[in-house]
């Protein structure tokens, strides 16, 4: 399963990076629509996007040589 995983990544780069931007446009847009629930209040959404977004960069350098 890992080398499945390992194989698509380094084919499809952009797709991890692609997820965290998704993630931290997706935590923006609760915080607009419902200020005061818990995802909102702990950023859960933003630091997966961030966590995310990161390991792909890190991932797609690493697998890319």
Known sequence: MLDRISAYI???K???VLLGVL???ANLALAL???GSWLVTSNLFLHLG???GLL???LGDALGR
């Open 50 to 52: 961030v966590v995310a």
């Open 23 to 25: 993630l931290v446009v």
């Open 10 to 12: 380094a084919e499809h």
């Open 33 to 35: 629509l419902a200020p």
């Open 14 to 16: 952009g797709v991890p």
């Open 56 to 58: 792909g960069i890190l």
